[in-house]
């Protein structure tokens, strides 16, 4: 694996998991502490991340092809996830939950697209499968342990407890991404000397 692969992953294991911590709960939550709720809302919640995370990324992923700063693109679409946790610890409304639930499927509909791109396009030729396997264990894994994780904090110590520690998750997943975007901004000014150095060397030798 390549670093950028190392990257993607990890910061994918910390944002995952740390909504694991709340995948179980939050239906609770919304029926039962915030104003309006209940089932039915819980279920019309993620009616609006998934459909605003379908009807963005599609035209999102044409416009990321195309971009040359992909990892700073990714890194704002992550931002907008790991908001929505501390959102939650606001929010007293059912309104508020759709919007938040449309906040988050704003940045997953930016930050999918992008985190696949740049994941396909740093494959390891010939271990295609078994990264890509590597990266599937590791975040159902971590998503399995902080699924019962996440209920016990909620039960013991309350809701936004939950929604503090998967917030600190989301961003620290959020922070890797700055690591990976140094690293490209680094690979893009080697490649620029060698250019240079190049051209040099040439205009040397013609002369």
């Known amino acids: 694996m390549n670093q950028t692969i190392k990257l993607l992953m990890i910061s994918d294991i910390f944002v995952l998991t740390g909504f694991g911590l709340i995948q179980p709960i939050l239906a609770i939550f919304i029926s039962d502490g915030v104003t309006g709720g209940d089932i039915f809302s819980a279920g019309m919640a993620s009616t609006l991340f998934l459909v605003t995370k379908s009807l963005v990324q599609l035209p999102f992923s044409k416009h990321i092809d195309n971009s040359g700063r992909k990892i700073g693109w990714l890194i704002v679409g992550t931002a907008l996830i790991a908001a929505v946790p501390i959102i939650y610890l606001f929010i007293t409304d ?114």
């Open 94 to 207: 059912i309104h508020q939950v759709y919007v938040a639930e449309i906040l988050y499927g704003l940045g997953s509909g930016m930050a999918y697209p992008t985190w696949v791109g740049l994941w396909s396009a740093n494959l390891m030729e010939g271990r295609e499968s078994f990264e890509w396997s590597v990266y599937s264990t590791s975040t159902g894994l971590g998503t399995a342990g902080t699924a019962a994780i996440g209920a016990t904090i909620a039960s013991v110590a309350g809701f936004s407890a939950t929604f503090v520690l998967t917030g600190i998750m989301c961003l620290l997943g959020c922070l890797i991404l700055f690591l990976l975007e140094r690293g490209h901004e680094r690979e893009v000014r080697s490649k620029e000397a060698a250019k240079t150095r190049l051209v040099l060397s040439r205009d040397l030798a013609a002369e």
